[in-house]
């Protein structure tokens, strides 16, 4: 008596997801990408090209701790090399990042692009403008170009 209760149990539960798959819902996720990103391509070294921007753009990059990130699923975590300076006043965070890491790249669609200069919090438009007319006057860089990062396919990579 009491198995023939769980069978019917059992087909009661399955029944019922038979009619969940109907009324299916989905959630829609979307990232929140609040930085701008500027990639930077120059045959440097990071720490030159930190130097130059140290010296021309009055900035005080530092050396942090290699962003890990995990590329490839089976592999360990690729390391890139990555500078912080943050402006106090406004709070604006600025992160130099190497493309190229220990085994690929961060952002393996703009592989043309030797570094990213991504800004955290706010900046105004001129001061941007102002910031990637200054950076192409370096004379080892060879460009400086804003880049929309919600157009990335590996913008997840760019979330620290």
């Not at 120059?42 to 962003?67: A, E, G, H, M």
């Amino acid at each position: 008596m009491q198995q023939n209760f769980i069978d019917r149990v059992s087909i009661c539960i399955f029944a019922g997801a038979k009619v969940m798959i109907l009324n299916r819902k989905f959630l829609k996720f979307e990232i929140d990408l609040d930085f701008v990103l500027i990639a930077v391509t120059t045959s440097q070294k990071d720490y030159r090209v930190c130097y130059l921007i140290n010296k021309f753009l009055n900035f005080n990059f530092t050396k942090i701790p290699d962003l890990e990130v995990d590329i490839a699923q089976a592999a360990g975590p690729v390391l890139f090399s990555i500078y912080h300076y943050s402006w106090e006043t406004t709070e604006t965070d600025f992160y130099f990042i190497a493309n190229k890491g220990s085994e690929g790249y961060l952002v393996p669609e703009i592989s043309k692009a030797d570094y990213f200069l991504m800004i955290r919090n706010y900046i105004d438009d001129k001061e941007l403008d102002a910031l990637i007319s200054a950076l192409n006057k370096i004379p080892e860089i060879v460009a400086a170009v804003k880049i929309d990062p919600k157009k990335i396919k590996s913008r997840e990579n760019l979330l620290f």
